[in-house]
């Protein structure tokens, strides 16, 4: 299974921009649909996006359309999520998450379809 590693978390201000990266190891990285939520107290985790095994295609969340962009590198085993013109919305321990299948139609939406999952970084925006 594969293990899986966040980085880039911080305290920014509304508008600024921000990098997440997730680190893999431990299995085939290239076999995983890759995928980034986000939770906050008392409620459910939330889909950011989610990235194909190849790249090609990315799903996003309604609420980060537009905004945040996400991308891997499968010779590094990393995906990425790049966040622009953040609010305080996005607020929020952000998880990454692999899934062993093919993102295709609605599959990979939820956090139940995923196997492995990272430990969360804490993003914070101030107003």
């Known amino acids: 299974q594969v293990q899986l590693v966040e980085f880039g978390g911080g305290l920014v201000q509304a508008g600024d921009s921000l990098r997440l990266t997730c680190a893999a190891s431990?299995?085939?990285?290239?076999?995983?649909?890759m995928g980034w939520f986000r939770q906050v107290p008392g409620k459910e985790r939330e889909i950011v996006a989610a990235?194909?095994?190849?790249?090609?295609?990315?799903y996003y969340g309604d609420s980060v359309k537009g905004r945040f962009t996400i991308s891997r590198d499968n010779a590094k085993n990393t995906v990425y999520v790049q966040m622009n013109s953040l609010t305080p919305e996005d607020t929020a321990v952000y998880y990454c998450?692999?899934?062993?299948?093919?993102?295709?139609?609605?599959?990979?939406?939820?956090?139940?379809?995923?196997?492995?999952w990272g430990q969360g970084t804490q993003v914070t925006v101030s107003s």
């Open positions: 998450a692999a899934g062993l299948g093919y993102l295709r139609g609605s599959r990979y939406r939820s956090a139940n379809e995923y196997d492995s």
């Open positions: 990235i194909s095994r190849s790249g090609t295609i990315q």
């Open positions: 431990g299995g085939t990285f290239s076999t995983y649909v």
